[in-house]
């Protein structure tokens, strides 16, 4: 585990030499889903700041970042 957030808990995925975050929703709800959708939304739209991770995938219920050292 990386850390939590208020929409859920970031996992560090590995495959084969590559490394990246993997974020799970906590709550399934409605609201909250609304809200992560968003969340991935800005991702996308090439937010780009040394302390934010490049989406590199995204599901209804989980986020997969780039870039996790």
Do not use: W
């Amino acid at each position: 585990m990386l850390g939590e957030g208020a929409f859920g808990t970031a996992y560090l995925a590995l495959d084969d030499s590559n490394q990246a975050a993997v974020k799970v929703m906590h709550d399934l709800s409605e609201d909250c889903a609304d809200s992560f959708d968003t969340e991935i939304k800005s991702g996308q739209a090439g937010l780009n700041h040394p302390n934010v991770l490049r989406i590199i995938g995204a599901g209804r219920n989980e986020l997969c970042l780039d870039g996790v050292n």
